[in-house]
């Protein structure tokens, strides 16, 4: 089977390049971008061969799996093009929804319970957890191309059939869980489900409506966390994203404490302070 665009997808607009293999996906948006690419391009492979995670950590991508990169090119708020993220965890949350058969995901989590929704759950800012274990990953990059444009790569990783074993924290495949699911039927699922959630997005203006859904989906509400901002260690119970999507607990000393980046673990691995 070939990658291909959800009928949805191409009545929106939106273009597919796909490749066998790429260094990154993210890395070749920009370039086209700069190149002179209006945008709506959906750039896909089942091999990456230098992808990249947060902070420039490395995101391996083995034959079979899927990375997959929108190109969006617009007079965007960069601050409100960051929401984007929570857009693409959603969207790829229920295209997984849409194509793997119920039964098959049962993991256990990272020191305790989430506390999320569903088979697939949202971990903030930037991962799609099957019941607590790492599935995929959520990458955002921008280049400003003019005084007024900018071009905003919205990537995402996913474990299809393989997951790397030599990290700290519980990570996972389709495969692995007995989802028979190829890279190419998951990114048409995928192309779907972004105008979806992108629809109700609508250039920020549903931003509400975006943080509702993705709370329903959101791992570890109400649950002890541990974020590592800055080389520091803040503990407390997760309450909640705020208006602008940034992460809020209320910490030991009963103190509200709101974060905009940083690394998060629950349950026994926040417990333990393994952040």
Avoid at 126 to 132: I, K, R, Y
Avoid at 144 to 163: E, F, Y
Wanted: aromatic share 6%.
């Amino acid at each position: 089977m070939a990658f291909s665009l959800a009928p949805t997808s191409v009545a929106e607009g939106y273009r597919l390049e796909a490749h066998d293999s790429v260094g990154s996906t993210n890395a070749l948006a920009l370039e086209r971008a700069r190149d002179g690419d209006a945008g709506r391009l959906w750039i896909v492979s089942k091999k990456q061969e230098s992808g990249r995670g947060r902070r420039g950590r490395a995101w391996a991508t083995p034959e079979g799996n899927l990375a997959a990169t929108l190109l969006l090119v617009g007079d965007q708020d960069l601050k409100l093009a960051a929401t984007l993220g929570f857009v693409a965890g959603l969207a790829l949350a229920d295209a997984l929804e849409a194509v793997v058969p119920a039964g098959r995901i049962s993991v256990g989590p990272d020191g305790g319970s989430t506390g999320g929704n569903g088979r697939f759950e949202l971990k903030w800012p930037n991962d799609v957890l099957a019941s607590g274990a790492k599935l995929a990953g959520i990458l955002l990059e921008s280049n400003l191309l003019d005084t007024k444009r900018s071009a905003i790569a919205v990537g995402i990783g996913v474990n299809v059939v393989a997951h790397p074993e030599d990290v700290p924290y519980p990570a996972t495949s389709l495969k692995s869980l007995g989802a028979a699911i190829d890279a190419e039927a998951l990114f048409l699922a995928l192309s779907d489900a972004w105008t979806a959630n992108a629809r109700i997005w609508n250039d920020g203006r549903g931003l509400a409506a975006i943080r509702s859904k993705w709370l329903a989906r959101a791992a570890g509400v109400g649950s002890q966390v541990a974020v590592k901002v800055d080389g520091n260690v803040v503990r407390g119970i997760f309450e909640t994203i705020d208006e602008d999507c940034r992460f809020v607990i209320r910490g030991r000393d009963g103190a509200r404490v709101t974060i905009a980046a940083g690394d998060v673990h629950f349950g026994a691995v926040a417990s333990a302070g393994a952040a």
